[in-house]
Structure formats: C-alpha cells, structure tokens
C-alpha cells in the first residue's frame, strides 16, 4: 500500500488513498516521540475499520428495509460489510480515493462513484496540519439528472483508557433496536450515564448511538496522558459507539444527518422531510460540505 505523510513539526499524519481515503494515524510530535490521538493503524493494513478515520459519503450508518423509496421509486441497498446485515456508511470508504494536490502539509482526494444509486456523484477530502490542528473537510457534488438526498461524516476511532472523558452537549438520543435501527427519541435527562453534557467517562456497556441537537463542539481528554483533542465540526449531530469497557477503542462520529434518515425522506411524499433529518437534497451540480477541526492541546 502507498501511503502519504503530513508533517508540520508538530502534527504527523497518514492517510492511504487507496484505502477509502483513510487515516492511518494521527499523532502529536513529542520529545519523547509520536504519541496517537487517534487508535493508531497498520501502513498494510487494508481494512478501514482497522484503522484512524475514514469519511462516510453518501451517507452515514445504516439504511433499514433492503433501501429506500425515493421520488416513487425504490433503490435497493445491500449489505457492504461482513457480519453487518445492513447496508453502512456508503460506499465512499470502500473506494479507491485519487490524489488530486498535495503538500508537506495538505492533501486533497478525489472519488468518482456510481456505484450505488441514486447517488450519482463525485467527493472531495480533504486534510490539512496547521499549527496544533488537523482540518478535514468532506464536499459532495450530484451529477445525476434527477435530484437524491445525501448526507455525510467522518468516522474516527479514538484510543479508549479507562478514564478517558468526553463533554459534548446534545438535547437529545435516538434509542435502537437489535439491528441497531433507531426506534425512539428521547431527551437526555441531567444524571444519567449518556449526558455528556458536562464531561462524563464512557458507558461500561454497548453505545452506538446517535445524539441530537449538538452545538458542534466537543472535547475528548486523557487524563491520565495530560492530552485533550477538542473537535469542532459544522454538523448538529454526533454519533457515539464503543463495544464496552472491554474494547481499546471508541468512536465519536460528527454526522449531518439521523441514522435511517433515507427510509422516510420520500419528496414524493414528504416533501422538505428529508431536510429535518439532517439529509440534503442535491439536484445536478450542486454540492454540499462538512468541515471539523482536531485541536489538540495539554490536558487542564
């Protein structure tokens, strides 16, 4: 696998193109050597999953009821991922990414994909150090003839301690069934375990959930590593997932729009529906766009 280095003498990052645009680390630049802000991965390793962070293009998380109805037509989706029985993510992060421009410091991919329709379309991501930050920034453009209704996000996986905290304020969650499909929201109650609100350790069981009404800042800490990264993305939603306290990783995922969002997002129907779950309705040529931004910095 070729892989691609950015270095500002405090920040390194590696992406592989060829693997879904993913980052393979993200590391601060310390005397006493690279230390991950976000789980670390292999150069050779193939498997998104298995690495830092990968963008999710055309949509994000899963799609119930084998796709969608859109415009009075169904699309059908099939499963993408073994073990999944759901159709995930898209298909951005399962492509092969093309390097359009690059510097020590910037990268910028480009995908071409019509692999799954109705999205028809072309992504750019991109990735740039600046200062004590990483910026990344996920656009799509429709080419289609007939309009479809997208979404987008990233996927990082962080390292999970024992006393790793993380603060993002958020109104509300999406309960889920078995199939991890959302069944019920609910606003989140001052005392309980998933209030993030004011800063709170990970849940001891299963979380993968999505959180709403989010103010587009977050801040994940490592106590015990006196690091803390502080996130800053343009979407109102967030998405949260860790197997347990088992498990040595979690992720906190910026997303625009709900988990499902496209089974109820018929225009034929519902008109403007498929605006108030967070999906944007792209006709030919037009683009939408999110950024985040990795601060990192020493832990109060």
């Known amino acids: 696998m070729t892989t691609i280095t950015l270095d500002n003498g405090r920040l390194r990052l590696v992406v592989n193109p060829r693997v879904g645009g993913s980052v393979v680390r993200f590391d601060r630049l310390t005397a006493h050597g690279p230390e991950p802000l976000m789980r670390p991965g292999s150069e050779a390793e193939c498997d998104p999953n298995r690495l830092a962070m990968y963008p999710l293009v055309p949509w994000s998380n899963r799609i119930g009821g084998g796709g969608f109805r859109w415009q009075g037509r169904h699309y059908p989706l099939a499963a993408n991922l073994d073990g999944e029985p759901l159709p995930i993510h898209g298909d951005g992060w399962q492509r092969a990414w093309q390097v359009e421009e690059q510097g020590a410091t910037w990268l910028r991919l480009g995908l071409r994909s019509v692999h799954q329709p109705p999205f028809d379309y072309r992504a750019e991501l991109t990735y740039r150090l600046t200062d004590d930050t990483l910026e990344v920034s996920l656009a799509v453009t429709h080419l289609g003839e007939a309009p479809a209704p997208y979404g987008l996000g990233l996927h990082p996986w962080f390292p999970r301690s024992a006393g790793v905290r993380l ?75 860790s197997p347990g306290e088992q498990a040595d990783f979690f992720c906190f995922e910026p997303v625009s729009h709900d988990v499902d969002a496209h089974r109820f997002a018929d225009s034929s129907s519902q008109g403007l529906a498929s605006e108030g779950a967070g999906l944007v309705t792209l006709g030919e040529g037009e683009c939408c766009e999110v950024r985040c931004r990795f601060r990192c910095h020493s832990a109060d």
């Open 167 to 241: 603060v993002a304020a958020a109104e509300g969650v999406w309960e889920v069934d078995a199939d991890q499909l959302p069944t019920r929201w609910r606003q989140l109650s001052a005392a309980e375990a998933w209030n993030f609100s004011r800063g709170a350790t990970l849940p001891d069981g299963r979380i993968d959930n999505l959180f709403t009404a989010w103010n587009g800042r977050a801040e994940l800490s490592w106590p015990e590593r006196g690091v803390t990264l502080e996130v800053r993305a343009d979407t109102s939603r967030y998405l949260v997932f």
